[in-house]
Nanobody, 125 residues
């Protein structure tokens, strides 16, 4: 199983970035997928998730309305569109996947078995 993130970079406050996660080695439609982030010196934080077989998207309250997560099972691709970025969004962003995720564990990073290497997002003027 391989998850490869891309699309990070340096952006000014108020700007946008689109992160992608290319997934290989699994049938994506059978997996729940999520984005987490980890700022320097802080714990890994849930950002967004989409469970398998269920189109509902779950968001961290601080990003709701600014970030949009989507998945394309046919292309084995997961994306995170980030708009109106703030300095506090600065972090390494990780893509994660898990096959047996239950609803109560969606926001828990320990519940996910497969992870990408992360991509740095820096929001600064």
């Amino acid at each position: 199983v391989q998850l490869v993130e891309s699309g990070g970079g340096l952006v000014q406050p108020g700007g946008s970035l689109r992160l992608s996660c290319e997934v290989s080695g699994i049938t994506l439609r059978s997996y729940s997928v999520a984005w987490f982030r980890q700022a320097a010196g802080k714990e890994r934080e849930f950002v967004a998730a989409i469970r398998r077989y269920n189109p509902t998207t779950y968001y961290l309250e601080a990003v709701r309305g600014r970030f949009t997560m989507s998945r394309d099972n046919a292309k084995n691709l997961v994306t995170l569109q980030m708009n109106s970025l703030k300095p506090e969004d600065t972090a390494v962003y990780y893509c994660a996947a898990d096959q047996g995720l239950i609803l109560s564990s969606v926001r828990q990073h320990t519940a996910y078995d497969h992870w990408g290497q992360g991509t740095q997002v820096t929001v600064s003027s």
